[in-house]
């Protein structure tokens, strides 16, 4: 769905959302309040310029006016929640009962207007598939912002959201921010688990690693965690141990790659990895760091671009370097060493990383299928070479 035409409504779904659900830092309102209330401001502005000048442009008209449909059928539904949910000021804001009560009026003031207009565009259109897929989207936003947890993450998340919808694509923003990955941020969200959590990952970490939401303030906040609990530690050994079962957690996490947030940036995972290592090499030659400790822990890891993809697989592999070994094709001091330094470099379609030792065992019982198959592929190489 391109969410261009709809970015409007979009930015007033969410905002009201936030607002019928607190879901702002309360210790920090007032800043929150000057970033939504202008959004809000322009958003009901321009609904009420397009609507009076009936859009000159019959296609754009329809458009807007399903759009206009599919959210003042919520409009109800809105003003009911807001009346329920926000009636007074909370305690933890009461010094700014003001400010808030100015940006309650603002939203019912509004949606009671677009509710009462509402019958005049109901007889000119009947549902159709622009208009459910639209009443979808924000039935996802409503379920994402209600049952998203209070989090510094989600502040950015949403933040971003308002960010990237209320500037329009002509802008630069073009270049780096695309306005339907957020359809996909609220439908995944919408359904996402948010009780499981894997290891130390919360589950809203989770969400912004599998999304790739990869905004600065994302991968900081990373690091900031992971830079408080090694703070705790004092052994340098302890503190490798964490660093590794970190990594190994963060590789395990899924990924959606097809869109980032931000086009040009590199994933939340890349990020992470990328200062991980880092962290696990400057340990590692740190002084403090005994022969006997690091002998514990393998170097930094090879990076995948670094690596040659094999098609065949670890065990086949293992025989191909045996039989290397054994006719002299390769020469080293033992078979050990032309595991350990060819291996590293080999990735299969399988398995990004393979243990030399492993391979090396796996070499010397072979089984049926996998001679068979290395045969096969020798075979092919023959021919090949017989046509050069």
Same mark, same amino acid.
């Given at each position: 769905?391109?969410?261009?035409?709809?970015?409007?409504? &979009?930015?007033?779904?969410? &905002?009201?959302?936030?607002?019928?659900?607190?879901?702002?830092?309360?210790?920090?309102?007032?800043?929150?309040?000057?970033?939504?209330?202008?959004?809000?401001?322009?958003?009901?502005?321009?609904?009420?310029?397009?609507?009076?000048?009936?859009?000159?442009?019959?296609?754009?008209?329809?458009?807007?006016?399903?759009?206009?449909?599919?959210?003042?059928?919520?409009?109800?539904?809105?003003?009911?929640?807001?009346? /329920? /949910?926000?009636?007074?000021?909370?305690?933890?804001?009461?010094? $700014?009962?003001?400010?808030? *009560?100015?940006?309650?009026?603002? *939203?019912?003031?509004?949606?009671?207007? /677009?509710?009462?207009?509402?019958? /005049?565009?109901?007889?000119?259109?009947?549902?159709?598939?622009?208009?459910?897929?639209?009443? %979808?989207?924000?039935?996802?936003?409503?379920?994402?912002?209600?049952?998203?947890?209070?989090?510094?993450?989600?502040?950015?998340?949403?933040?971003?959201?308002?960010?990237?919808?209320?500037?329009?694509?002509?802008?630069?923003?073009?270049?780096?921010?695309?306005?339907?990955?957020?359809?996909?941020?609220?439908?995944?969200?919408?359904?996402?688990?948010?009780?499981?959590?894997?290891?130390?990952?919360?589950?809203?970490?989770?969400?912004?690693?599998?999304?790739?939401?990869?905004?600065?303030?994302?991968?900081?906040?990373?690091?900031?965690?992971?830079?408080?609990?090694?703070?705790?530690?004092?052994?340098?050994?302890?503190?490798?141990?964490?660093?590794?079962?970190?990594?190994?957690?963060?590789?395990? $996490?899924?990924?959606?790659?097809?869109?980032?947030?931000?086009?040009?940036?590199? %994933?939340?995972?890349?990020?992470?990895?990328?200062?991980?290592?880092?962290?696990?090499?400057?340990?590692?030659?740190?002084?403090?760091?005994?022969?006997?400790?690091?002998?514990?822990?393998?170097?930094?890891?090879?990076?995948?671009?670094?690596?040659?993809?094999?098609?065949?697989?670890?065990?086949?592999?293992?025989?191909?370097?045996?039989?290397?070994?054994?006719?002299?094709?390769?020469?080293?001091?033992?078979?050990?060493?032309?595991?350990?330094?060819?291996?590293?470099?080999?990735?299969?379609?399988?398995?990004?990383?393979?243990?030399?030792?492993?391979?090396?065992?796996?070499?010397?019982?072979?089984?049926?299928?996998?001679?068979?198959?290395?045969?096969?592929?020798?075979?092919?190489?023959?021919?090949? &070479?017989?046509?050069?």
């Amino acid at each position: 769905m391109n969410l261009e035409r709809f970015r409007t409504f &979009i930015c007033l779904e969410v &905002i009201v959302q936030e607002f019928i659900h607190h879901k702002f830092q309360q210790n920090n309102y007032l800043s929150w309040m000057k970033t939504r209330v202008p959004i809000l401001e322009n958003c009901f502005s321009l609904i009420k310029k397009e609507l009076k000048n009936n859009c000159a442009d019959e296609n754009r008209k329809g458009n807007l006016i399903e759009a206009y449909m599919a959210f003042c059928q919520r409009a109800p539904f809105h003003l009911q929640e807001v009346k /329920m /949910m926000c009636p007074k000021c909370p305690e933890d804001i009461l010094t $700014l009962e003001n400010e808030y *009560i100015l940006i309650r009026d603002l *939203i019912t003031d509004n949606l009671q207007d /677009m509710a009462k207009n509402f019958a /005049m565009f109901k007889s000119a259109c009947k549902n159709s598939v622009l208009q459910d897929a639209l009443i %979808s989207l924000f039935a996802n936003i409503a379920q994402t912002v209600k049952s998203i947890p209070h989090h510094v993450i989600t502040a950015q998340i949403l933040d971003g959201c308002l960010y990237t919808m209320s500037i329009p694509q002509v802008n630069s923003m073009k270049r780096i921010h695309n306005y339907d990955y957020f359809f996909y941020v609220f439908k995944l969200a919408a359904k996402w688990d948010w009780n499981k959590q894997v290891g130390t990952f919360l589950p809203i970490e989770r969400l912004v690693i599998y999304l790739n939401f990869n905004s600065e303030g994302i991968a900081n906040y990373f690091m900031e965690k992971i830079n408080n609990e090694l703070g705790q530690i004092n052994n340098h050994t302890n503190r490798l141990t964490n660093l590794l079962k970190f990594r190994k957690l963060l590789d395990q $996490l899924p990924a959606y790659r097809k869109t980032p947030y931000d086009k040009h940036g590199l %994933s939340v995972k890349k990020q992470l990895l990328n200062w991980i290592n880092a962290e696990i090499k400057f340990l590692y030659e740190a002084p403090s760091v005994t022969v006997a400790t690091k002998r514990e822990f393998s170097p930094s890891p090879i990076p995948l671009s670094n690596k040659v993809l094999c098609k065949l697989s670890g065990d086949q592999i293992a025989i191909v370097l045996r039989a290397a070994d054994e006719v002299k094709i390769v020469e080293s001091r033992s078979l050990n060493m032309v595991y350990k330094t060819m291996i590293p470099y080999i990735a299969t379609e399988n398995r990004t990383t393979l243990s030399p030792s492993s391979v090396r065992v796996k070499s010397y019982h072979p089984e049926h299928n996998d001679k068979k198959m290395v045969i096969e592929k020798l075979n092919q190489m023959i021919e090949k &070479i017989k046509n050069y």
